[in-house]
Structure formats: C-alpha cells, structure tokens
C-alpha cells in the first residue's frame, strides 16, 4: 500500500497516543494529508487534516481541539497525530489519507480522497 499508519492501541481515559502515517514518494504532489476517524455506526469524520492549497490550513473537527495535534515530518510524505487526554468518545479506527484536490471541503471531509491507509484501531477505556 502506499500508506502505512502505526500508534494505535489501548489506553484509559486521560492518556495519550501518537499516531504515524508515511506515504509512499508518489504522494509527493499531494496537497491534502490527514486523520480520519470511523465510528460504529456512525459517518466517518475529519479529525485532523492538513491541506496545502489556498496558502496553506489546518482542520481539526471540535471535539478533539485542544487535545490533538497533527503534524507533518520534514519530508512531508509523513504525518503524525499527537492525541492527549484522550476520552471513550475517541474509540475508533484511524485512517490516515491523502491526495490533491482542489477542494479544501473535500479535504477536510475526505470526501473523494482515493488514499486511504488500512486503518488502526485505538480504543480508550473510562
């Protein structure tokens, strides 16, 4: 695949976990890379996404802000999720994606995005 998450796991409520995303050097040109979230039973979600067209922005959905970080390493083929005070709420699996488009709505939503990593599960505890 071109995308490879790692981090996830089990943690009780109030801890931390760091996810890591690197993509392959095809995605060199790709000017959206973020975190997404799938709920059972409910529609997956933008958490943390990093879109470079228009100047530049950076998205957090507004129950993770304050608690998340995403960043980019240098070479910008790898993104990280910083989470604290994690809460049950955050119980989910992760995906990391990314891809060019000429929407930041898009991007920010992950909607049509065609490169999704496998997923990695993280699971907080009360």
């Known amino acids: 695949g071109q995308l490879v998450e790692s981090g996830g796991g089990s943690v009780q409520a109030g801890g931390s976990l760091r996810l890591s995303c690197a993509a392959s050097?095809?995605?060199?040109?790709?000017?959206?890379m973020g975190w997404f979230r799938q709920i059972p039973g409910k529609e997956r979600e933008g958490v943390a996404v990093i879109y470079g067209g228009g100047g530049g922005s950076t998205y957090y959905a507004d129950s993770v802000k304050g608690r998340f970080t995403i960043s980019q390493g240098n070479t910008k083929n790898t993104v990280y999720l910083q989470m604290n005070s994690l809460r049950p709420e955050d119980t989910a699996v992760y995906y990391c994606?990314?891809?060019?488009?000429?929407?930041?709505?898009?991007?920010?939503?992950?909607?049509?995005?065609?490169?999704w990593g496998q997923g990695t599960q993280v699971t907080v505890s009360s």
């Open positions: 994606a990314t891809d060019l488009t000429l929407r930041r709505d898009y991007c920010y939503s992950g909607q049509n995005l065609n490169y």
């Open positions: 050097k095809y995605t060199y040109s790709h000017n959206c």
